[in-house]
Structures are given as C-alpha cells and as structure tokens.
C-alpha cells in the first residue's frame, strides 16, 4: 500500500533534505501528498521529467504544482552544478533527450 510524504514525515519525525521522485506518472500525487513537507521543511526535489512526445502532461502539472510551492527549475549539469531551467520542454528539445531528471529549490 502507499503512504503519502506528508504522513511518514509526521510520523517518524523526519526532516528529509532531498526528495527524489520517479514514479512513472506518478509525480503529480506524490507532490499532493509531500505538500505540506515541501512547504515547511523546503528539500531539493529531484524528478525526473518526460519529453512531450512520451505523454508529458503529468510531469508538466507536477512542475507547475512546485513552481506554485515557491520552488524553482534547475538542469543538472555533468559537473554536478544546477543551472537555472525554467522550459524543461525546450531544454530537452535542445539536448537531445527523451527524459532527464530536474533539481527544483526554493530560494
């Protein structure tokens, strides 16, 4: 069975400072359900996101619901680094890729 975020967080008092999401098109109820934790607690997310042409539109909802968090888009660089990405569309047009994970934080 599932759990939401939100709710193991309360319950075993965890502060999580990364949250790493990968859940097949799924992305948006994960988000619903760590709300309250992204808001309170503001961890790095880090989600993998489709490209349109492999049926995006969850993965688009699911930034839009953080980008109404407070959070903002980040590519992640080879180096590691995390360079401001507010098109993840175009980003991935221009790469080349099918699917890439983002980096979303809150300022």
């Known amino acids: 069975s599932a759990a939401r975020l939100d709710d193991v967080v309360a319950r075993d008092s965890l502060q999580p400072a990364v949250v790493k999401i990968d859940v ?5 109820k994960v988000i619903r359900g760590a709300a309250d934790t992204l808001r309170r607690l ?4 880090v989600m993998e996101y489709l490209a349109p042409d ?4 969850a993965h688009r909802e699911a930034t839009a619901l953080l980008r109404q968090l407070g959070y903002a888009s980040f590519a992640l660089a ?9 098109d993840l569309d175009t980003y991935l047009a221009w790469h080349g890729l099918e699917s890439a994970n983002f980096a979303f934080r809150k300022p």
């Open 42 to 45: 503001r961890p790095l997310v």
């Open 54 to 57: 492999r049926h995006n539109t």
């Open 24 to 28: 097949e098109g799924a992305e948006l």
């Open 78 to 86: 080879s180096d590691g680094q995390m360079e401001p990405c507010d």
